[in-house]
């Protein structure tokens, strides 16, 4: 097997691991928003009360 070939063959696969730790982040960080908006600032009802 040449060189050239297996750096082709390791080039063809997507970057699952990329991918993955990308939706985790992504994922996480609107859960993040989700809690800050659901749980902190709709329960402290709107500004001038």
């Given at each position: 097997?040449?060189?050239?070939?297996?750096h082709d063959?390791?080039?063809?696969?997507?970057?699952?691991?990329?991918?993955?730790l990308l939706?985790?982040?992504?994922?996480?960080?609107?859960?993040?928003?989700?809690?800050?908006?659901?749980g902190v600032?709709?329960?402290?009802?709107?500004?001038?009360?």
């Amino acid at each position: 097997m040449s060189v050239e070939h297996e750096h082709d063959s390791a080039h063809e696969e997507a970057p699952r691991g990329t991918w993955v730790l990308l939706c985790l982040v992504a994922l996480g960080m609107t859960a993040a928003w989700l809690f800050l908006y659901f749980g902190v600032f709709l329960p402290r009802g709107q500004l001038g009360q």
